[in-house]
């Protein structure tokens, strides 16, 4: 899957660094103001401003879940660990806690700008596929009414297929889902005759 | 007494880029040679030269060698991105600062590097709002096969396209490679409106040969109907190219002639943006004898270096050759440099003057 970066839109963007007062702090913030973004840098954790930001690092180092305004893993933005012990006990803390990408410490010169890339990249995919994922779980879940629905039109003397072509005809003539054609189809059914909605 | 401060140079002056390096050493030259004949200015440069002679392999160890070695702490030097990532590391470990002081792809801003000369929103960018209007928005885009060619082409594309215009074609050759005749075939076969040139040194020669001579054959390849665009050519390349330069279309800050910036007469704008930033670390040196590091020395210290980005306002002009000069033939007003193009644009308009 090819997805080009987009550029231009990083300006006035607004980061947040969860950690104590630290060099890194300074370097990192160093680097963002130059990539053009806001910076603020707060401890011990975050409030409910955070969830304004466009973008958070995070301690690995010395984080817990209570630090974070949403559960673990639901960040509403691209979260970004800041790793100085790689023990596998904080690398698995900081993935529980939904990091799209991370940063060794200490932080220096550069690195920056292809973590917020890579960050935004990882977030905005898990992003279409969870969106994808729910769509396609309610679609399962709307089987039950799609068979009714076609039980319903094929009552008037149509065989299932013709029945079924005719609903998914419907869904395009309404340019609804064809799940979402069922429920009309269903809820009419209740109260009325069906043959109002041919 | 005047402050003797030693300064370190790092260019070739051989190897395939020498012209480059030899036109920004003749402005840093110029410069240090005007500073300490000012009885006014409170130091003198002493320069220290290494050469690393176009091996991308002497650059690292030359500039710790300088830094190391002699009391200097600022280095004037390299004409790559190559060569720059390069030295960035021993910059950081020996804490020294590179001034940087030739066009560039942007996407870096290291807490070790002061860039003097143009980046993308001072060069391609401006370059392409001059040319879609003009020309026409189909392009085929042309590169040396490494960092500059890939994102001067990269970024190229998506304004283009976000235009609405066209890529028609792009390829790339191997740095040195006079491999040139399939992209003419290609230029041949897509007629273009114009063709971005991010060749360097010999392609980039042997491409202008050969695209002359295919403009000679068909007039759809004149360069008033599909000029070459450059964001890198300067004079300093104009003696090694002659004849086949003509018509090409290049941005940069200065050209020979213009007396707006920085003020004198210079033979490129390789050497004009050299000059700038010895003349620049002169003052802020005056100003901050005690500063500890880059960071100290720019902050609230004024002039052209923006102190978040250490990149620098400059003109921006667009320039065609004709009869061997370049011409200039749109002023774009001073820019400031972005090299994330994460600042607001700023407003060209006002400043547009257009020279007939």
Redesign the interface.
């Known amino acids: 899957m090819k997805r080009p970066l987009r550029i231009h839109n990083l300006g006035g963007a607004k980061a947040f660094i969860l950690h104590r007062p630290h060099p890194t702090v300074q370097a990192l913030t160093r680097q963002l103001t130059a990539i053009g973004l806001t910076v603020e840098q707060v401890w011990p954790s975050l409030d409910a401003a955070a969830l304004g930001a466009d973008f958070v690092f995070f301690d690995a180092d010395m984080g817990h879940d209570e630090q974070f305004p949403w559960s673990p893993g639901a960040s509403p933005m691209p979260m970004i660990a800041l790793i100085g012990s790689e023990a596998p006990g904080r690398i698995e803390w900081s993935l529980e806690a939904g990091a799209h990408a991370q940063m060794l410490k200490p932080v220096g010169d550069n690195g920056a700008y292809a973590t917020l890339l890579v960050a935004r990249a990882a977030f905005d995919a898990q992003a279409a596929l969870s969106d994808e994922i729910a769509g396609l779980r309610r679609r399962l879940g709307e089987r039950q009414t799609v068979i009714r629905a076609v039980t319903l039109l094929a009552a008037r003397g149509e065989t299932e297929a013709e029945a079924y072509d005719r609903l998914r005809q419907m869904a395009m003539a309404w340019r609804i889902t064809l799940e979402d054609a069922a429920a009309r189809v269903v809820a009419a059914g209740k109260d009325t005759n069906v043959s109002r909605l041919g | 007494m005047k402050r003797r401060v030693e300064l370190g140079l790092l260019y070739s002056r051989s190897g395939s880029y020498s012209l480059i390096g030899q036109a920004c050493r003749t402005g840093a030259l110029a410069a240090i040679a005007q500073i300490n004949a000012d009885p006014d200015n409170a130091l003198t440069f002493l320069p220290v030269e290494r050469d690393p002679a176009g091996n991308i392999d002497h650059y690292a160890p030359l500039c710790a060698e300088i830094l190391r070695e002699t009391t200097a702490q600022h280095v004037i030097g390299c004409v790559t991105s190559w060569s720059r990532k390069e030295v960035?590391p021993v910059l950081?470990k020996l804490g020294g600062t590179l001034w940087y002081t030739v066009p560039y792809e942007g996407?870096?801003?290291?807490?070790?590097v002061v860039y003097t000369h143009a980046c993308p929103n001072q060069h391609l960018l401006p370059l392409l709002d001059w040319a879609m209007p003009h020309h026409g928005k189909r392009a085929y885009l042309t590169g040396s096969n490494y960092i500059w060619g890939w994102e001067m082409n990269r970024?190229a594309r998506?304004i283009v396209q976000t235009a609405g215009g066209q890529i028609l074609g792009e390829r790339y050759l191997p740095i040195g490679s006079t491999d040139v005749a399939r992209m003419i075939e290609e230029i041949r076969a897509c007629r273009p409106d114009f063709i971005v040139n991010s060749l360097i040194g010999p392609s980039s020669y042997e491409f202008m040969s050969a695209y002359r001579a295919l403009g000679g054959q068909d007039t759809a390849f004149h360069p008033a109907r599909c000029p070459v665009l450059s964001c890198n050519l300067t004079e300093a390349e104009l003696p090694a190219l002659g004849d086949r330069a003509e018509g090409l279309i290049a941005a940069g800050p200065y050209f020979c002639g213009q007396q707006s910036w920085p003020g004198g007469s210079f033979g490129s704008s390789h050497e004009a943006a050299t000059f700038v930033a010895v003349r620049e670390l002169a003052r802020l040196l005056s100003a901050k004898p005690q500063a500890k590091g880059l960071?100290d020395l720019l902050a609230g210290a004024g002039g052209v270096i923006d102190p978040?980005?250490?990149h620098t306002r400059l003109p921006v002009l667009i320039a065609r050759v004709e009869q061997g000069a370049f011409r200039v033939i749109q002023h774009r007003g001073e820019i400031a440099g972005?090299?994330?193009?994460?600042?607001?644009r700023e407003p060209a308009a006002p400043h547009l003057r257009v020279v007939s």
């Open positions: 960035i950081e996407f870096e801003a290291s807490d070790h970024l998506d960071s978040d980005t250490h972005d090299p994330y193009l994460s600042r607001n």
